[in-house]
């Protein structure tokens, strides 16, 4: 299975804004549409934005207009640019597949939005 690696999380002030990093191994990266979750403390994990291999986007409700995912096949790596923080972003933050049980699930980054 791939893995990946997030990184870029940190603490941040409600308004403020992260660039999270997730790097793939292995060459499935880019024939696969990718996607970027999240898990808060007591919440099951959601789906928060999703890139196609064509580089159509999804988001979710909660970070439309806010978030904006990309991804460099060439580097293996997608990034998710984070504005306009909210409290409510925090959550530890995971890269993986779409088709999730085609990755591993790695250790994620921790974004806190606190003042």
């Known amino acids: 299975q791939v893995q990946f690696v997030e990184s870029g999380g940190g603490l941040v002030q409600p308004g403020g804004s992260l660039r999270l990093s997730c790097a793939a191994s292995?060459?499935?990266?880019?024939?696969?549409?990718m996607a970027w979750y999240r898990q808060a403390p007591g919440k099951q994990r959601e789906l928060v934005a999703s890139i196609a291999r064509s580089g159509s986007t999804n988001y979710a409700d909660s970070v439309k207009g806010r978030f904006t995912i990309s991804r460099d096949n060439a580097k293996n790596t997608v990034y998710l640019q984070m504005n306009s923080l909210k409290p409510e972003d925090t959550a530890v933050y995971y890269c993986?597949?779409?088709?999730?049980?085609?990755?591993?699930w790695g250790q994620g980054t921790q974004v806190t939005v606190s003042s």
């Open positions: 993986n597949f779409v088709l999730a049980y085609l990755g591993s």
């Open positions: 292995g060459s499935l990266f880019r024939f696969y549409d």
